[in-house]
């Protein structure tokens, strides 16, 4: 069974609008128990301020709406631009399936495509094996491997149009399992997140083909 998980930060606007409504609603507690009057014309409940004191509440609460508003006004662009431009940077996809047929299974899907294998490195090997000389024993991976790969068109596009995409290539895929777990597989990769939009055209086929290497191994050998 497909699980696919996309880190993200909705909680910093689910944040907001929570700390609003509950900031409203002690405004409703203070109506309701007679601070500050419902509309201008409505009876206190208990009569408990004289005119002057209503005029000093009703002023008082619509001084508070109106900071209530320009607040939320302000932190609409903010939270726009986190959901606009902040895609979260790590897209993963977990599924059962063996290791090693995974990992070949890439390996084939890229040679399916005319692509070639970059490098790969052993991160898991490698943390076992100084994680020794560290005194770490911890352990963190069932196994991991990150693929290195590259295609000569979509590198050029990147290239040509801007000479400083040159940190987003080769492309990765991370394969792994975690100990708990190691019949479980994970498969990640990193967006290629710039500073605006002017790139936007030759970043994403980026994502797009490890999308599709992805979901074609997944296809082939999830359980």
Not at 129 to 137: A, I, M, N, S
Not at 139 to 165: Q, T, W
Not at 199 to 216: A, M, S, T, Y
Request: aromatic share 8%.
């Amino acid at each position: 069974m497909l699980n696919s998980r996309i880190i993200t930060k909705e909680f910093i606007s689910k944040t907001i609008l929570c700390h609003a409504r509950k900031f409203l609603s002690g405004i409703h507690v203070f109506i309701n128990i007679g601070f500050l009057p419902k509309t201008p014309d409505r009876n206190i409940q208990g009569q408990a301020c004289r005119n002057d004191n209503k005029r000093i509440c009703l002023v008082t609460y619509r001084l508070i709406s109106i900071l209530c508003l320009l607040s939320l006004t302000a932190c609409a662009p903010l939270l726009k631009t986190a959901g606009e431009a902040g895609k979260e940077p790590v897209v993963i996809y977990t599924f059962n399936a063996d290791y090693e047929e995974v990992w070949d299974g890439l390996k084939m899907a890229l040679d399916g495509r005319g692509l070639a294998v970059s490098s790969v490195s052993h991160v898991g090997e490698m943390l076992e094996r100084t994680g020794k000389d560290l005194g770490r024993t911890k352990k963190i991976y069932g196994e991991a491997r990150v693929l290195e790969f590259c295609s000569a068109v979509i590198s050029r596009d990147m290239m040509e149009k801007n000479p400083h995409f040159l940190p987003f290539c080769p492309y990765q895929i991370m394969v792994y399992t975690l100990p708990e777990d190691e019949k479980k597989v994970y498969l990640s990769y990193r967006r290629l997140i710039w500073k605006d939009d002017s790139g936007k055209d030759v970043l994403e086929p980026v994502e797009k083909l490890n999308e599709e290497l992805i979901k074609e191994v997944i296809e082939m050998y999830g359980k």
